[in-house]
């Protein structure tokens, strides 16, 4: 059942281009800091841009951190808001369920198509991120590069760093899908199961820069995500990253099994 | 004979409406059975609590020997379902679509899946459609396609929701061959539709559903069986009245109906008293005749209240 | 039979499971935070003197200071002025006064201070610069300043004995902390009070809060959210510009005292608002420090292209008091006073003190008299 999701979610045309798209942005910024060699303001812009011009190593997080705000969320709401609604607006829903594949176990094999496709994604976003900045941007003078806190690294230290980024970067996108995952299960509409995904997570931006919100900020889904960055502190801040991996632990917890008792419950009408 | 399908007391209450009313569906092995109701009679409705997609308000279901809802899963690999016309993944072949929905439950060994998509494709005529993709079939082609991928896994029991949408009058004869045919070889079916001619063709027992209620349920042989009377047509009715006189029942026209199962005797006195006959037969009543007199009006039809 | 009928029972069990699991993993954060403290029987003066004996306490940890004073400066001053308002988080790692590194930490990069035997790297990842500052005897005020443990001893350090007293105590950062509170006796001071919550064990300050006038929210919060007794290691607090990286030196305490010479001096009275006079080494004899522990009052003159601007934004500020030539305004404890006499040039007196004792001050030096 897995595989068999796995196999409609990577055969279909869809999921490329948006993969496709995705990439676009961090090409398109790397071109043109390489032909105007502006680097944002300190403050402004994406973590990791500014230092990208002397070192290209650095370019997979910077276009982690270019796509992380918006490009990849929506594509995480997409994919997973098509997950359940996308079966009942095209009616396969009905014909899988009384094939029968169960409830529960097409939920799950739904979660980890979902949860391929972030991976995919990321890694992608990431190796296209490694091919751009070593052939556009200089190397380092010196083989790895610096921490935030200005000490060196090696480049051993910068490669496993990197996949710790990578792998946060995946987990904070888990909570993205599980909301979509669970407005998917309420919806017989794709399209209204990621947007409705994507108002959370508009709103706890939103929340996020308020201070009069500042008792919630602790709880919003987007509050840890830009945490990646710390791992590139010396010694690592930890603190956020834990944190960051809990909150997300939760919502995805919650948010699945209510989209289990929600999907294992529902008339399938569709 | 064991029942295949029944149900009883069977509701399904949305709100205030019930749209399935309380009802006892009794299909037995080697039925085609036609499940026949207007649009929004509650049909659908309750193919789908068959197989566990809507869950029932009240009621008890047994599908193949399976009373819990657990155990009725157990059974549907072997049940082949066409719900509310077919579905399928645009972008992908027929083939694709089949492996994939096969691929999807139990019951289907990988081993033999090759084999039996080229078997069931070639079934339902769609054996040369090649690698093209479904969004490039015609209504007809899905049909088929919706019916293949029911055939799959060689069920039991085959429950059809209107079947012969969108296919022509070729493609609607060559349909109900192939039903016939799987009958034939054991298959139960489960024929739902609003349209009498098909049930009347193909089915041994008829339910109907009437605003969520079913208020007939009985062997369409029995439904249709003679009535005692006999059918007389003739040019001179008039005449025919004054020799059968407290006999007739009714007279349309040049359509006498007379009370007496044996046409031979009846015609014999009509052609004794000189009345000329031209149509002679023992009257059955139509399924459309049955239906029509235990159903109210259209459900559809809203009627504007004084 | 009833497996049907389970669907409507099947519903509710299964909501409850989930709503179950949703309370207990929301529930878990405020349980962890309800433990309870324990008080301990040290007096206030005796827990004083541990405080300011702790400078030498070896620590590391993470930290945060909320600020709710909302300065109405102009930009020259921005960056004093986004360390009072803003919410700053830093990691310290502290082996003794003059060994010691704070990472203000932001969300894509960090500016690291390490201070060593004698002066300042500061490190700023945005700009991939390094700044050295050589220790000279004025500072702006910086991050590390705002760390309890700094800010505690500060305010703590010259605080008569009447001054204190105990209240209770409350857990911060997961450690048992006790309180001590300070009330400042000069009238003329805008601050009501200044909590500061102390490590029993170390004596050093974990949280401190200062109370405006007539406010029950402090002006003013920093504490430790996670703390770490033990003397980091040496090679966390030293550091070396890295490959790639722009270095310079700094300049901005030169251009300040050589602004400080050249203003003219002005004959300060002894004592303004009842405030009296304190010299502090490195100061201009042009600047009035007037003021003790936590009330001070600074009175300086300005460059005149400075003070309209200053002048304008004070005077839109919520409160402004506009006098003749003179505006004052307070925001939180912190007031702010620009007065321009002429033939004298403007002038700026600033502190924490009240707005009427701002006016008093004025009034007091002799030079700010408005000519008759």
Known sequence: MILVELRKTFRRPRTWATIAVLNALPVLVAVLLVLTDLAPRPGEGPPFLSAVLSNGTLYPLAALAIVLPLFLPIAVAVVAGDAIAGEAQAGTLRYLLARPAGRTRLLVAKLVAVLAFVLVTVLVVAAVGYVIGTTLFEAQPVAGGTSVSGTSLTPEEVAWRTLLAIGYVAVSMLGVAAFALFFSTLTDSPLGATMGALAVLVASSLLFTLDAASPLAPY?????WLSFVDLFREPILWRDVTRGLALQGVYVGALLSAAWASFTTKDITS | MSAVIATRGLVKRYGRLRAVDGIDLDVRAGDVYGFLGANGSGKTTTVRMLLGLVLATSGDIELLGARTARARQRVLPRVGALIEGPASYGHLSGRENLALLDASGPGGSWRTRTRRIAAVLEQVGLGGVGRRPVKAYSLGMRQRLGLAGALLRRPDLLVLDEPTNGLDPQGISEIRALLIDLHRGGTTIF???????????LCSRVGVLDRGRLVLQDELATLTAPTGATVVVTPAPEQARALLDGRLTSVTGDRLVVRGSDPAEVNALLVRGGVPVTGL???????????LARTAASPDRVEAHP | MGGVAAGGRGAVARWAVVAALVGALVALPSLIGALPAADEPVGAV?????VLASADVGFSGYAESAGGLALPVTEQLGSVADLFSDRTTMRVWWRGPADNRVDVVTAGGETGIRRDATG???????????????????ALPAPPDLLPSALGRRLLSEATEREVTRIGARRV????????RLVPGQPASSVSHVDVWVDGGTGLPLQVQLFADAADRAAMDTRFLDLDLGTPAAATTAFAPPPGARVRSAQEAEVLLEAGRRIRTVPFPAQLAGLPRRTLQGVPPGIGLYGRGVTLLTVAPLPRRLASGLRTTLAQAPGAVVDGSSVRVAAGPVGLMVVDVPGQGPYVLTGTVTVD??????????????AP
Do not use: F, K, M
């Not at chain 2, 024929?191 to 063709?201: D, G, K, T």
């Not at chain 3, 950062?173 to 001590?180: C, F, K, M, Y």
């Open chain 1, 220 to 224: 919003l889904p987007t509050r840890y």
């Open chain 2, 191 to 201: 024929l739902s539709s609003h349209l009498l001619a098909e049930v009347e063709q």
């Open chain 2, 281 to 291: 037969a023992i009257e059955r009543p139509t399924l459309e005749e049955v239906v």
């Open chain 3, 46 to 50: 005796e827990l004083r003197a541990a």
């Open chain 3, 120 to 138: 300042t790297w500061t490190w700023e990842y945005e700009r991939a610069t390094a700044t050295r500052a050589v220790l000279g005897p004025l």
């Open chain 3, 173 to 180: 950062a997961g450690r048992n902390a006790l309180g001590l």
């Open chain 3, 357 to 370: 004792a701002l006016a008093t001050a004025a009034a007091e030096v002799p030079d700010l008299r408005p």
